[in-house]
């Protein structure tokens, strides 16, 4: 198998005035599951269309094992397992003829795996699909989309619909079952405390752009949350190089901030503060983090 | 919630909605009519007005595709502005707003139709009568369509209201003071509109409370034929190959409901023509069913090949079919031809269904096509049947497999046309628009080139090269479209080496037996001109084989 399953190399595209993706750079090697975060419309499932080829590359270039999937959809479509954020899909169809039809397509259908999903999902594959919830929509997509053990299977926003256990239970143990066979797993989602679950790379996107990059771990070791307790009195938060964001006021603050613990202990004593406690940042806390630096940025632009 | 701005809102998003529709009707309504007027010296009002009504007859299409296409193409019948609900409005305001523009944005552009070319030519056309029926065939077609979500009520109750109303209009144009009702035909106008307001406003409450069937259509809609017809025939999806499931999926997705159509049509037909025997008029509906089917199944079931969705208005390629593992050119032959093949036997069975039911004119005594006083049309009827079964038994072998070939190819680029047509709507929609009006300027720039020699304003010689020119225009851009097609199609690594085979191999048979075809009636000395037009068929169904895997693949990577 390729080393590299997914490379995306400086991908922009407009719709209109509108820059949804823009020089975004982005690859995925084999037994990644890798997560892709983001607020509403920072280009998350822009870049899976682009992924799956539904969306042509204005500027850069998507490659999927190795293929241009414009160019190529079958090569590159007959080994990805894909569920749509809408779940579309034919409602005219029972479960089963969903099944048989999506069978069809890849030779190595996996029906055992299909059986032990319909049963763990408790769906009767003789109902239509215009009968099911959304949730269990969601359900019969995801199983068509992984009964033929894609190499690279992408999910926008699975969790949607899905209740509680099903998302914390199976959904994790179907996306692991895939990594854990060598194969990739890239999903998009804004539910951070799920991608810290499922995922082990993670992909903050915002405004178009990628806004931070990495193996979660790496990521959450990169930022700190201090607490900082200063001799003077500040109305405005001070200015600290390596600090991302304050909250607080006066004489205490709390501060989410990247590079060394030490660095940022010096700043702090620059400007005549201390550290109270310090801990690693959630990826939630990150992301605020950066989405409000982004922001701040854009306006001061 | 100022009551006023509501009212305001609503109508300016009905406005929004129309508008485009409203200037091609406005355009296609005067172009007609003035035509009507020119080249018809003794009935050219009449016939105006007749094509005005037609013009502006029909609710607005683009309000009603918000409930997800056209009549059978994903439309749900009910109430289209159903986002309204959720408004803090009653009822019978949001049902009203939307029927009066409705109907009086319609009745208005009669009335502006009729009053620019009663100026024009100096010829008043009746204008408050026929506004007046607009009116109410209005009320009564919107209150069918939005007041029940009931397919067999919409369309049993859109020809029980056509009739009448067209027989009002008629007697109304008929009379001596033409364009004026009697106080019971005003009455029953009127009548007429209260009633469909207060069934609409039932109707429709129904919907938003959600007692009826279903309180709201799906926001994701299915791009294709109603569910009953799709489960009609069912039969196991084969799982061998992936051309066998996409197979099956064309067949039951749009195939087979086009049989049934087909099917049901052929079977109207012969129990309208048998029961013509009994009742007289049945004789009218059978002959009008007959006439309309052809163009029906050839024009309706034949779009849409692709399976464009529409939601809100919105035209959409769905991700379901779109990400499965199937090349692009594959994708569009396969699509064109399930479809082509299905409507060929649709028309096959309706031509044979009103071939042999056509038997039955000899008991039916007289028929007048609903013309008082008319001349019986039946046994002109009857010897033109005579004269096309003389045709088709004077046919060589060899002629009617040319006849079989050209009617097959034609109608799969017919199909290929329209399936490219409507998937470029999703990406180029005003370019389509554009491209679709472009015959129509060039035949009026003929029409006009032609009155101005007649008149004597350019020279005949110059008319002359004119009109040669402009029949070789569409011979060149077919041309040059087909070739920018194909490059594309190859840089962009649609085609395939079978693909193309094929659509040679196709081109190459039509070419011949349309060629059979033309052989001694036509082509001895032929003028230039007339090669020109000749050879449009063949150039159309070039531009079609390389033009539907184009617009697939554009709207599949957008």
Known sequence: MENVVVDVNGLSRSFGQKTALDGVSFRAAPGQVHGLVGSNGAGKTTLIKHLLGLLRATAGSVRVFGLDPVRDPVGVLGRIGYLSEERELPEWMSIEELMRYTQAYHPGWDGAYERELLETFALDPARKIKDLSKGMRAQAGLIAAVAHRPDLLILDEPSSGLDVVVRRDILDAVVRAVADDGRTVIFSSHLLDEVERMSDHVTLMHQGRVALNGMLDDVRREYQRSRVRFVEHFDEPPVIDTALIMEGGGRSWSVVHGGSLEQFRQAVAARGGEIVESRDATLEEIFLARAGRSRQQAEAA | ?558
């Open chain 2, 1 to 558: 919630m100022n009551l006023r701005s509501a009212v305001v809102a609503m109508l300016w998003e009905q406005w929004r909605l129309s508008r485009v529709e409203g200037v091609q009707r406005l355009f296609l309504g005067l172009l007609a009519a003035s035509g009507a007027l020119l080249l018809n010296q003794d009935n050219g009002v009449t016939v105006a007005v007749w094509i005005l009504a037609a013009a502006h007859g029909f609710f607005w299409f683009s309000i009603a595709k918000l409930n997800g296409g056209r009549f059978m193409d994903g439309y749900k019948p009910g109430f289209p502005l159903y986002l309204l609900y959720t408004r803090p409005l009653p009822t019978a305001l949001v049902v009203g707003v939307s029927m009066a523009y409705d109907a009086l944005s319609c009745a208005a552009l009669y009335i502006l139709s009729a009053a620019l070319l009663g100026a024009a030519f100096g010829k008043p056309l009746p204008m408050f009568s026929v506004a007046a029926c607009l009116v109410a065939y209005h009320l009564v077609s919107t209150c069918i369509q939005w007041s029940t979500q009931n397919r067999i009520v919409q369309w049993v109750g859109s020809i029980a209201i056509f009739w009448p109303l067209v027989g009002l209009l008629k007697s109304s144009l008929d009379s001596p003071d033409q364009g004026r009702f009697t106080l019971a035909q005003g009455a029953m106008l009127v009548l007429l509109g209260l009633v469909s307001f207060g069934l609409t406003v039932a109707g429709v409450a129904r919907q938003r409370r959600g007692d009826a069937v279903a309180q709201e259509p799906r926001k994701e809609i299915w791009g294709g034929y109603p569910e009953w017809m799709v489960n009609l025939v069912r039969f196991s999806c084969p799982t061998s190959s992936a051309m066998k499931a996409q197979l099956w999926f064309e067949l039951r997705s749009s195939g087979l409901p086009v049989l049934t159509i087909g099917l049901s049509l052929a079977v109207l037909i012969c129990l309208l023509f048998a029961a013509g025997i009994v009742i007289a008029p049945l004789r009218t509906v059978a002959m009008g069913i007959t006439v309309f089917s052809f163009p029906f199944v050839l024009f309706f079931c034949a779009s849409n090949a692709f399976g464009i969705r529409s939601k809100q208005g919105r035209l959409y390629a769905g991700t379901f079919e779109t990400t499965q593992p199937y090349g692009t050119a594959q994708l569009a032959a396969l699509k064109v031809l399930v479809r082509s093949a299905c409507v060929l036997i649709a028309l096959a069975t309706i031509a044979a269904s009103v071939w042999a039911s056509s038997s039955f004119m000899g008991a039916w005594g007289a028929w007048s096509a609903g013309i008082e006083g008319g001349v019986n049309a039946v046994p002109e009827l009857l010897k033109f049947r005579g004269r096309i079964g003389d045709a088709i038994a004077g046919q060589s072998g060899w002629g009617f497999v040319a006849l079989a070939a050209v009617v097959s190819i034609g109608v799969a680029g017919l199909v290929a046309w329209q399936s490219a047509r409507e998937a470029l709507r999703v990406r180029y929609a005003r370019r389509v628009l554009v491209a679709q009006w472009a015959p129509a300027a060039w035949g009026l720039s003929i029409g006009l080139a032609t009155l101005a020699g007649k008149t004597g304003f350019i020279a005949p010689s110059a008319v002359r090269s004119i009109v040669q020119a402009a029949m070789w225009l569409p011979t060149a851009a077919l041309l040059l479209a087909t070739i920018y097609f194909l490059r594309s199609n190859v840089a962009e690594r649609v085609l395939t080496v079978r693909y193309v085979a094929g659509a040679l191999a196709i081109l190459a048979a039509f070419g011949a037996a349309y060629a059979t075809l033309l052989a001694g009636a036509w082509l001895g000395g032929a003028e230039p001109t007339l090669m020109a037009l000749l050879s449009w068929p063949v150039l159309l169904l070039m531009m079609g084989g390389a033009l539907a895997p184009w617009a697939l693949n554009r709207v599949r990577h957008t």
